[in-house]
């Protein structure tokens, strides 16, 4: 086998804004494993938050590289590569490259691999970043009328009372969509006491991590009192973080590059079943080929928050859809997506 990679950049249809920082674009590396005359692909997203530069994700890929290529076949690969002390997000691209390359090889799409025999389709989120209401409730009406369900509105401004004015002005706007509450963990126990009530009668449905991460306990005491489930995002970055939520929360929300791809994301689904705790599937701005693999598992979620190809000016690969408010995981062999605007990769 071959392990090779490549390094573009994605930019943001228009700037992100949530409670601690504003992005315009992020690096991607393309992950390519080739064997027997076909190519699997994944994708390696940089985040500063989660500790990811592209100079780290390019110096793990080079120190894994004789490892993977040590296999005879991506099959061998699949079932018995261990990744040691890679970051998540470098595993979860080398583990979407090798679930692609064996998913073509067998002629079968990857949700077929990962147990679910029909292609998964769900509604997925919609992110509003932090900005005025008036501009919320456009962004709203446009989004509803494009078929979007399920609507993300960023919280955390400096002052509530903006945050406020932006939900009920998107509840306004799209008065029939599910309204979701990020503020990315801005608020005190305190805050978050008393204003989810507020933000329940303007018609939220569920908050993200509505406190700073690092506290548990305290995430777990604000989901016992909130009017509206917990999801825990921050707080629940690998197995262990996830495991230890079941039961103390509402949701969980799981990114494979924080835990480490779809094999991961499986043993928090099977840890969460029968808990009360149920799954969320979530992303960063990533591109179509990032995201596939969890489009794969939208079967298994309460949530889905599948957006992140959707917030880029320039999708590069194409596969999964959700412009219409679904995602939908191809029937293809592999994660089923494509190069958008070129000639298919095989």
């Keep these: 086998m071959k392990l090779t990679w490549h390094t573009t950049e994605l930019r943001l249809a228009e700037p992100l804004r949530i409670s601690r920082s504003v992005m315009d674009r992020r690096d991607a590396v393309w992950v390519r494993i080739e064997h027997g005359g076909l190519r699997g692909w994944g994708e390696a997203v940089s985040s500063d938050y989660l500790g990811l530069p592209t100079a780290r994700i390019l110096a793990h890929l080079a120190a894994a590289r004789p490892a993977v290529e040590a296999f005879p076949d991506p099959e061998s690969a699949w079932a018995q590569y261990r990744a040691g002390a890679l970051p998540a997000g470098v595993l979860a691209a080398l583990e979407a490259a090798l679930l692609d390359l064996v998913g073509k090889r067998a002629g079968r799409p990857a949700h077929q691999l990962l147990g679910t025999d029909a292609p998964p389709a769900a509604a997925t989120a919609r992110t509003i970043g932090i900005v005025a209401p008036g501009l919320a409730a456009a962004r709203a009406a446009r989004l509803a009328g494009h078929g979007f369900s399920v609507l993300k509105v960023k919280a955390g401004a400096p002052d509530p009372a903006d945050d406020l004015a932006r939900v009920a002005a998107v509840h306004t706007a799209a008065p029939d969509a599910e309204l979701l509450l990020d503020p990315n963990g801005a608020w005190t126990e305190r805050q978050s006491l008393e204003l989810l009530p507020r933000f329940a009668a303007l018609g939220v449905t569920a908050v993200e991590q509505p406190i700073a991460p690092g506290r548990p306990d305290v995430l777990a005491r604000v989901a016992k009192e909130s009017p509206v489930p917990v999801i825990a995002d921050e707080d629940a970055v690998?197995?262990?973080?996830?495991?230890?939520?079941?039961?103390?929360?509402?949701?969980?929300?799981?990114?494979?590059?924080?835990?480490?791809?779809?094999?991961?994301?499986?043993?928090?689904?099977?840890?969460?079943?029968?808990?009360?705790?149920?799954?969320?599937?979530?992303?960063?701005?990533?591109?179509?080929?990032?995201?596939?693999?969890?489009?794969h598992l939208a079967d298994r979620a309460r949530w889905v928050d599948l957006d992140g190809h959707l917030l880029l000016a320039d999708d590069p690969w194409a596969g999964i859809g959700g412009t219409d408010g679904t995602v939908r995981a191809a029937n293809r062999p592999g994660l089923g997506v494509r190069r958008a605007h070129v000639e298919a990769v095989r």
């Design 238 to 295: 690998s197995y262990e973080d996830a495991a230890a939520l079941a039961g103390l929360v509402h949701g969980v929300n799981v990114k494979l590059a924080k835990c480490g791809g779809v094999r991961a994301a499986l043993r928090i689904y099977e840890a969460l079943r029968g808990s009360g705790t149920e799954l969320m599937l979530g992303c960063l701005a990533a591109s179509s080929l990032g995201i596939a693999p969890a489009v």
